[in-house]
């Protein structure tokens, strides 16, 4: 307990240091809490303050009599002579029936929540073309009845191959957790996505396969969750919500995500690349389960980690070659990771107060900090991640899989962290959602070449350019190029656009509402050359840098 109280006060300490630094560097401490994460962070952070204050003032010391909240059925108990007599009709219908009547009230409310959680972060992703909500219902629907086929085909599977838990790491691994278990659930998940897209014209984005995969194996995991939390104690509840129905989604997403390359990526080899991702993420969810059971935390933790980075990196791909995409369309990022994050704490405090009326004061505090060590850290990834999209229309971004070089300047115990550092920061989606934004732009003091034909001026940031550096070895896309038109006339020759420029932001983590002074490449365009067909970036003219800063700046001359 000692230990978990200093977790939570370092979480605390070092939330708060941070915070206090970005908030006094902020040149608009006004939206400081408003806009962004930084709101998320204090919003929860006094949540999960306040609520043990006030819940402690009335929770029991003893735990109260709820059992008229868990619901049993003597008539279907004992299933097991139904199978050894060989009627498996009857001992699967029954299996799958008691789903419904062996449950715990409290149990199907924390069921419900989860469910709601991210039905609405899988529906907020949909935002260019929305889906019916009547094909929303089918798919959920169809995920949640045919996780009913897990219960024979998995049973039959390791009747015939004889699949059991065993001493041998690798037989977990490849035959136990992979055919035994990813193989037969990504499967029964995958079903009613076909369904939708050979019955219906209802997918005709790439967002469109993400999104029903995704409430496919919500409706799978609701029906697992019923199951699981027969019993509520503990936190059996917050660490389902927080890595079990998100991992569902993040298999299921790899799984269909070789439809959305041969639908609209136009891929060679078009089997091939739907049985790679099929099986890809069949062995993701095997993993997710091994290290479970073996009880490799450390493998767990990254791994979940870089497999939630890479699920953020699918989307955006799918987003960014939307038929539909528009620059003028935004997506309510702030909205939507606030949202999350406070509707993930609510289910943890839920279930605090849950394990405080059946377990009593002292376990249910115990659960509380246990859980919000961890389960706080893990919402505070999801605020910071899971809505961290940029939208470049077109473009489809690599999964990397890459460990950096030792840095041999680091001490012998940190030379392993600096390798594999690289595994997660090369998948960090930083967003450069600038298109539509008015600015203002002035010169620098140090670039008196510019100075000749500009000092200050507004304007507003029209396009995103995908440019391209061609050296003798390689071609390099650089999608961090932005279109501008200023309003005040640039002082060039009849060769280049006087109101046209392009800007690169040297300092991608800057804001527009925050910072000032962003520092930026500047690029002339020559007259009749068009960005969006001639994307050789040396064919445009250098003109050092330049400095922008958002529309409500103000300039204070002495």
């Not at 006030?54 to 929770?59: G, R, S």
Request: proline share 3%.
């Amino acid at each position: 307990m000692i230990f978990v109280g200093v977790v939570i006060f370092l979480i605390v300490f070092i939330l708060g240091y941070y915070i206090g630094i970005k908030y006094n560097q902020s040149r608009n401490k006004k939206l400081f809490f408003k806009n962004g994460s930084y709101r998320s962070y204090v919003w929860l952070l006094g949540l999960a303050i306040l609520a043990p204050i006030i819940f402690n003032l009335f929770f029991p010391s003893e735990p109260l009599q709820l059992d008229f909240l868990k619901l049993h059925s003597d008539s279907i108990s004992n299933l097991e002579n139904y199978k050894k007599s060989g009627d498996l009709i009857r001992y699967y219908f029954l299996y799958s029936l008691s789903v419904f009547t062996e449950m715990h009230i409290l149990g199907v409310i924390s069921a419900f929540l989860v469910f709601g959680v991210w039905l609405y972060y899988i529906r907020s992703l949909d935002f260019f073309d929305r889906e019916k909500i009547k094909y929303t219902i089918i798919i959920v629907l169809l995920g949640a009845l045919f996780s009913f086929l897990t219960f024979p085909i998995s049973d039959a599977i390791h009747r015939i191959f004889n699949i059991s838990f065993s001493d041998n790491t690798f037989y977990n691994l490849f035959i136990y957790s992979f055919v035994g278990i990813g193989l037969i659930e990504e499967l029964v998940k995958l079903i009613p996505v076909l369904i939708i897209l050979f019955l219906t014209n209802e997918i005709d984005e790439p967002i469109d396969f993400i999104f029903y995969a995704s409430l496919s194996a919500l409706g799978f995991a609701f029906i697992e969750n019923l199951i699981y939390f027969r019993e509520i104690s503990g936190s059996v509840v917050i660490a389902r919500a927080l890595t079990s129905a998100i991992g569902h989604m993040v298999d299921s997403s790899i799984v269909i995500y070789g439809f959305v390359l041969v639908y609209f990526k136009n891929v060679n080899n078009k089997g091939i690349t739907v049985l790679k991702y099929f099986f890809l993420g069949s062995f993701v969810h095997a993993l997710y389960d091994y290290f479970l059971f073996e009880q490799l935390l450390f493998f767990f933790i990254t791994s979940f980690i870089f497999f939630i980075q890479s699920w953020i990196v699918i989307i955006n791909n799918a987003i960014n070659n939307s038929k539909y995409f528009d620059y003028s369309i935004s997506f309510k990022h702030n909205e939507v990771k606030f949202k999350t994050a406070e509707y993930l704490m609510f289910i943890l405090i839920v279930n605090y107060f849950f394990n405080g009326l059946e377990s009593g004061k002292t376990t249910a505090n115990i659960d509380y900090f246990i859980s919000l060590s961890y389960g706080g850290l893990l919402i505070l990834f999801y605020v910071s991640s899971i809505s961290s999209f940029d939208l470049v229309k077109g473009y489809w971004r690599p999964i990397r899989f890459q460990f950096s070089q030792p840095n041999e300047e680091a001490l012998p115990g940190a030379r392993g962290i600096s390798v594999g550092r690289s595994l997660f920061t090369s998948n960090i989606i930083q967003p450069l959602n600038h298109v539509g934004k008015k600015i203002k732009l002035h010169c620098p003091r140090y670039n008196p070449k510019l100075l000749e034909i500009f000092t200050i001026g507004a304007g507003q940031i029209v396009d995103r350019m995908r440019m391209v550096i061609i050296s003798k070895k390689k071609k390099v896309e650089d999608n961090n190029w932005f279109l501008v038109e200023i309003t005040e006339p640039l002082n060039v020759n009849h060769e280049y656009e006087d109101r046209i420029i392009l800007i690169k932001v040297i300092d991608t983590f800057a804001s527009l509402i925050h910072d000032e002074h962003i520092r930026c490449w500047l690029k002339l365009i020559p007259k009749g050359m068009d960005p969006t067909t001639n994307k050789k970036i040396s064919d445009y003219l250098s003109y050092g840098y330049i400095m922008i800063n958002g529309e409500d700046y103000e300039y204070r001359f002495d």
